[in-house]
């Protein structure tokens, strides 16, 4: 029986904090237990980070095979991260759950899309999109919980030329959505174009990835509508190079560089509205994991409080999951800091020491 003691500021919230708690047979309590504990650990005590848009199992060349995706957990688990909401995989990764030296990961199953509308290998593509509601209902059947969409990317056969165009008619989308929950699913949708978001939200979607296209109507309607909207910093910051890829296509380029101009703004705008703006690192394909503190760092570069990022990053996006955070009995998966990182949010790039069920693995 492993018995931890952990000292200094532990912190379930923005209310709740005690002085110390130790770790019991992997889980937290805050009554002192009777055994000696074999080791202290001191500092700023927070519940394990979340990321909620990572792909496990995903490269720039499509499905990983095992040790990768493996070797992927193990970066994103080292940075601190002990939760994933994945955010679409073609690689089947249910094996993580059996795995408990690996992060817990909430799975979307494969991310759904149409043949040449979304990167080559990443998503399974409907050649016909009346098959997305059938389609939705089949992910949600496999995941846990979630389901992605791939709502909108470059049509590259446009007759004006390419540009970011919906994939799904307002009709697919709404069927979507009522057969993942009707699958009790929540659907999350990558959307960067304007013209998407007004039948995402119609649809009623649970949550939007990027949104780097919302206008300040838009803005105010998923703020009403109390959907969370995943930034993604990191990716939106490649938008210039996705651009220069683009150069073929003007319009498309013109409206890419004007997005990742705007980023900061954008998601600053976003979180002004009472938009809840969630954590994720959009890892796997073209950004490695284990990156949270450098999308973290980029969400406060936008003007993001750095407490209400690390908020984001632990309980809130912990409750928003149904996954529990610091308290009595939870399974002890929390990271340790020398300095806290709602002062400075630098600090979340190097953990003391992370406890991921009950094991010190860092
Ligand atoms: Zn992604």
């Known amino acids: 029986m492993t018995v931890l003691h952990l000292r200094g500021r532990i912190v379930a919230d923005e209310e709740h904090e005690v002085g110390d708690a130790w770790v019991l047979d992997g889980r937290l309590t805050f009554d002192r237990p009777s055994v000696e504990p074999e080791a202290t650990l001191t500092g700023v005590v927070l519940p394990g980070l979340v990321d909620v848009h990572c792909h496990v199992g995903l490269s720039a060349a499509g499905a990983t095979d095992v040790p990768t995706a493996r070797a ?13 909401r994945d955010a679409g995989s073609p690689l089947d990764t249910s094996w993580v759950a059996d795995e408990p030296e690996l992060p817990r990961l909430v799975r ?27 389609a939705v209902a089949q992910e949600a059947a496999r995941g846990d919980g979630w389901v992605k969409l791939v709502a909108d990317w470059i049509d590259r056969d446009l007759p004006a030329g390419g540009d970011l165009t919906p994939l799904w008619t307002s009709r697919q989308l709404a ?11 929540r659907v999350t949708a990558h959307t960067f174009a304007t013209e998407t978001l007004d039948d995402l939200l119609a649809a009623g979607v649970d949550c939007l990835e990027h949104a780097t296209g919302a206008d300040p109507a838009q803005i105010e309607a998923i703020a009403a509508a109390g959907i969370p909207v995943t930034a993604t910093l990191l990716q939106v910051a490649q938008f210039g190079v996705i651009a220069e890829a683009g150069t073929r ?24 509205a009472g938009v809840q703006i969630l954590v994720g690192t959009d890892a796997g394909g073209t950004i490695v994991h284990g990156r949270i503190a450098d999308e973290a760092a980029e969400l406060v570069a936008a ?7 690390v908020a984001a990053a632990t309980w809130q996006a912990r409750r928003w999951l149904g996954v529990p955070g610091m308290v009595e009995g939870a399974s002890a998966d929390l990271v340790v800091y020398a300095t806290d990182p709602r002062t400075d949010i630098r600090a979340l790039a190097e953990p003391a020491a992370i406890v991921l069920r009950g094991v010190r693995v860092r």
Do not use: K, T
Not at 254 to 269: L, S
């Open 72 to 84: 992927q957990a193990l970066a994103d688990r080292d940075s601190g991260v002990l939760l994933i």
């Open 108 to 134: 979307a199953g494969h991310h759904l899309a149409r043949p040449r509308r979304y990167l080559r290998d990443y998503a399974r593509e409907l050649a016909d999109p009346d098959e997305l509601p059938a």
């Open 175 to 185: 069927e979507s959505v009522a057969a993942a929950h009707a699958g009790g699913a």
């Open 249 to 272: 296509f003007p319009a498309f380029a013109a409206r890419m560089r004007a997005m990742h101009a705007r980023r900061y703004d954008q998601v600053r705008d976003l979180h002004d």
């Open 303 to 309: 003007g993001i409080p750095a407490a209400q990022v």
